[in-house]
């Protein structure tokens, strides 16, 4: 065998482990990739406390760069994996990984404790991962159906809340005085969808009767008002599960070319760039 087909080989063993969750080698990955990002967010919560930081500021700092190093060989090992690396690097994921993964090394560049802080906290982006670990692809792809169709009637329907939204503000805002806190209109609407999606912060409140009574319609009319895009997107949903024709199996495997995922269980070339799977 030629040094370009070990070379082919081995990388193609690598982006099996690293980019598809199908296989037994996959799955260990996925794991100890699912373990280390749920302890780096706990360290990153535990040194947040500065009671636990000051009393295991050694230990944290320590395991903080066992992580660190594990992220930063599985960047570099997503990249060599791929023969188009930027399709990583740019794409969603990729972003969160590198973003998540330098703080540290940042730390050494950047001098202030706080800042320091701020900057680790995107270790907490990681989380985005398990969210791809997940093995239910079939119905997230149901359910980005039923969002897209039902992406139109949401659409109207927040535009009749906006509509109804300045409507009840402007009427509040001539109903009410000053002093109660409708100084303007634009407060008047935030009010009114403060109270209309039932949130009720209590820095505003109507004191006469009529004011009362309307912010009694609002509250009413609020309840009904978050019901509606639960049905509409449930309704979609419906649709999409009862269709047993167009139900299509995904799995985790991801185009070594373009790193696409979401192919068919029984695809074999990617269905955007054409490479074989």
């Known amino acids: 065998m030629t040094n370009k087909g070990l070379d082919k080989g081995w990388k193609n063993r690598l982006h099996e482990i690293i980019y598809e969750a199908d296989t037994p080698m996959g799955k260990r990955f996925d794991l100890i990739l699912f373990t280390l990002i749920i302890l780096s967010v706990v360290l990153v919560m ?45 794409s969603f994921y990729g972003i969160i990984d590198v973003i998540s993964t330098i703080p540290l090394y940042l730390s050494y560049i950047f001098v202030g404790s706080q800042v320091l802080l701020a900057v680790r906290a995107f270790r907490l982006l990681r989380i985005f991962r398990i969210l791809k670990l997940v093995q239910f692809l079939g119905e997230a792809s149901q359910l980005s159906k039923a969002l897209k169709a039902s992406r139109a009637k949401i659409a109207v329907f927040i535009y009749v809340v906006l509509i109804l939204s300045v409507i009840l503000g402007t009427i509040m805002y001539l109903v009410e005085d000053d002093s109660a806190g409708f ?91 054409g490479s074989k799977l």
């Open 183 to 273: 100084t303007s209109i634009p407060r008047s609407i935030y009010w009114t969808i403060v109270t209309l999606t039932t949130v009720g912060y209590g820095d505003i409140a109507p004191v006469t009767s009529l004011g009362q009574l309307i912010a009694t319609i609002v509250m009413i009319l609020g309840y009904g008002i978050i019901a509606v895009p639960t049905g509409i997107v449930t309704t979609e949903f419906s649709k999409q599960s009862g269709n047993k024709e167009d139900a299509v199996h995904l799995n985790t495997q991801a185009c070594p070319s373009c790193s696409l995922e979401g192919h068919r269980d029984d695809a074999s070339h990617c269905f955007n760039c």
């Open 46 to 90: 535990l040194e947040s406390v500065k009671e636990i930081d000051a009393a295991y500021h050694d230990i944290l700092f320590v395991l903080e760069w066992i992580i660190t190093i594990f992220f930063t060989i599985e960047y570099i090992a997503r990249i060599i994996s791929i023969k188009k690396p930027w399709k990583y690097v740019f």
